[in-house]
């Protein structure tokens, strides 16, 4: 079964699969049913796209797997079992398109969680409001500004870009006193983004960007990137509009060229603190972080850490992606599998509806499916973990 071959087609109903373990068919999807809920009523079924075979889209799929246990553990909803189908769009503009279509077009299938990034979520978002039974989309993790107010089935569980830009402007002008910075930016949706919101807030708090450069995911080296800098007199802060992959590249490279700059980044850089002391020290804005206060986040990370492992901790992405699979068991047991009404709910959200209380904090959309107001987080990597910097 090849890996971009949609999923109308997959076996569903797979059941079992205790302590979190991966149950997988083929490369693109599988369903999760569990043996707390067998020998029910037929699964009420949500899909979750993402990349689940490239390293950021884990947390994800372990999130989703991890609140579904725990849903069917208590009976399910309306005591039928809660099965996720999960299909893998590599990150893919065309892929997600894919995706889309055949979520839409499987009855069975009542909202969709996903997709983790912005491209893939920006080609699959009409799809879903114009399918010929529309449903609901939520993104964990997808912070282009452009999916704001993109379909009235759209959701959006973190906050943007602009949100995140500034944030990371604010601290470096008036944390880390910068005065000239340079942005190093994968020229995506994410990266094109997270550049001009940065750029304009530290202009405007009275910055200057000295050099805002593409870069594209196959760029091997950022050493003349650096180099040009440096011979330019150098900076205060180097800003990494990038993926993790990128982020890492950079540091690397800075660490050989014996750069002492400070370094921040948008929440896509999650993970670069396994890159050891290269990364030590560097600034990540994020919309939740795994040391945050809160009994229900503690329960969260305890319950990750003894179905993943004791080291595995879980990211944004990640832990959005559990308040939204308990938020849309909430919305189920409220309405039932239908999708307008779970959109409508959704929608409510905070006004017809209480906000969900979830690990990442509270949860309601205004009428551009916007989280307003969700503030955003600044972490730091200390010594290979990413921490609060309180």
Known sequence: MRGDSGVGNLARGVRGGGGGALTRIGSLAVALGLAACAGGDEPIRIGVAGPFSQPRGVSMERSARLAAEEINARGGVRGRPLELVFADDSASDSVAVRVADEFGADPAVV???????????????????????PLAMITPSASSPALSGISPYVFRACPSDLAHGAELARVARERLAAQRAAVIFVNDDYGRGLRRSFVAEFTRLGGTVLEEDPILPRTGSL???????????????????????GAELALRDRAALGLRWAVIGGDALSG???LGSAAEGVRV??????DQRGERNGAFVAAYA??????????????????????????????GPDRRAVRDYLAGLGTRHPAFDGVTGAVAFD?????????????IVRAGRLVSER
């Open 306 to 335: 003894r179905a993943y492992g004791g080291d595995a901790v879980p990211d944004h992405r990640g832990a959005a992606t559990y308040d939204i699979v308990h938020l849309l068991a909430d919305a189920l047991e409220e309405t």
């Open 367 to 379: 009428d551009q499916g916007e989280m307003p107001g969700r503030a955003v987080a600044m972490g």
């Open 223 to 245: 050493e003349p990137f650096l180099s040009r800098m440096r011979a330019a007199g150098g900076v205060d802060v180097l800003v990494l509009a990038t993926h993790r992959e």
């Open 272 to 274: 670069v603190e396994r």
């Open 285 to 290: 804005s994020s919309a939740y972080l795994a």
């Open 111 to 133: 909202a969709v969680i996903g997709h983790l990034n912005s491209g893939a979520s920006l080609a699959a978002a009409r799809r879903y409001g114009t399918a010929r039974r």
